[in-house]
């Protein structure tokens, strides 16, 4: 694993180390100062070097270098989330800005931190609300004592998310169902890529270590509840969880069970791939006429979902010849125009009704050229947002809450889709 952190500042100098390994030495710090930051690959370079069978993994705050040395084969993800890590734990005891004084006059607390969130190179407890509990230096102050019962129990990582005694006045919870419909159709009208990619966000506000258990239309837990009768459901793909879920029960009855943290968050991430309710269809006719000198553009847009709801921030781009002149466009609504800049016309409306048809049509005039060129034809693109709708048909089935008290929750869901990559070949 790591063998060594280093910060260095930016000529080079180390400004404090900590040595987890004894296969490599201070030493290495030359070869760093000499081949990265004297030769001034940060920012053009991949911020992984191999010198001398050693690797520097590396990242900068303002004029400074964080450095992680490793001469075994380490995932460097992992590594990079320590030096991020760090950095963000270094924010919170020295302040957003900290720079190379703060660092020499916290020299202790910084030692401190280096043995808290490693031991012999291995990453350990990275949680600033737990390590607040018990380095008291710099900015960060205990809210109040701990129990060394509950020290214990937040060291070694048992819920290290969350604290206990907290206490809100009002016990809510807001969920956000977050949704990305990626699309990409052939000039024929055939689908060759169409998937949704979605997250739940959370902002919870309750008080004390409730247990959460929280379910969505997934099909595998529908039909396992009909006694496989046919419902409808979502066949769900490659979720992840933020660390709080249990995995286990998750694996062994797809129930998502979790204590959460305080404040907000990212529960989930998945994607389906299956019976995608697409919001929009849009139908293009693109001609060339006049040898090359005119193009006529005809679109054809219509919203799939339903009459009660509406889109927002609607735009859509429908690319031009590079030699455009000028265009004359006609549309049921909306605002469009020919924007240069973008070699696109730009259809702009601001709110969509679900169920509603809108044409476009356009004549556009080409300037002549001395060497006519085939125009490559980009795709369409479309961007949108529509609340209270998701393309993929995930919906929040229930969120219970369990705790001791036994205290009463208010619940919010909010669902929003949006698009991704999504593209109309012409």
Known sequence: ?????????????????RQYRDDVSRAAADSFRLQVIAAKETGTQAPVKRIENCSFLYTRHLKMYFVALTRSNVN???????????????????GEEFDENSMRNNMTLIYEL???????????????????????????RPQDEPEPSQLTSQITGAIDWRREGIRHKKN???????????????????????????????????????????????KLVIEKESHGKRKP???????????????????????????????????????????????FRIIPAVQEEHGQTRVSINLKVIANFSDKLFATHVVIKVPVPKNTARAKIKNSFGRAKYEPEQQAIVWRV?????????????????MPTVRPKAWSRPPINVEFQVPMFTASGVHVRFLRVYDKSGYHTNRWVRYITKAGGYQIRI
């Open 233 to 279: 459901g979502v066949e769900i793909d490659d979720c992840t969880f933020h660390r709080c879920v249990r995995l286990g029960k998750f694996d062994a009855d797809r129930t998502i069970t979790f204590i959460p943290p305080d404040g907000e968050f990212e529960l989930m991430r998945y994607r389906v791939t299956d019976n995608i309710n697409l919001p």
């Open 1 to 17: 694993m790591i063998s060594m952190i280093m910060v260095l500042n930016h000529k080079g100098d180390i400004l404090i180390s």
């Open 172 to 218: 809510e919870v807001y969920i956000d169902v977050l949704e990305s419909v990626n699309l990409l159709l052939s000039t024929t009208g055939n689908i060759l890529r169409n998937e949704v990619t979605g997250q739940v966000q959370m902002n919870t506000k309750l008080t004390g270590m409730p247990e959460c258990k929280f379910g969505l239309n997934d």
């Open 350 to 366: 601001k709110r969509f009704p679900g169920k509603a048809e809108c044409m476009l049509a356009a004549d556009v005039d080409l």
């Open 76 to 94: 460097p993800a992992l590594v990079f989330e320590y030096l991020f890590q760090k950095i963000k734990i270094l924010k919170a005891y020295l």
């Open 114 to 140: 280096m043995d808290e969130t490693m031991d012999f190179g291995y990453p350990q407890n990275c949680a600033v609300d737990v390590l607040r509990l018990y380095i008291n230096l710099g900015n960060i």
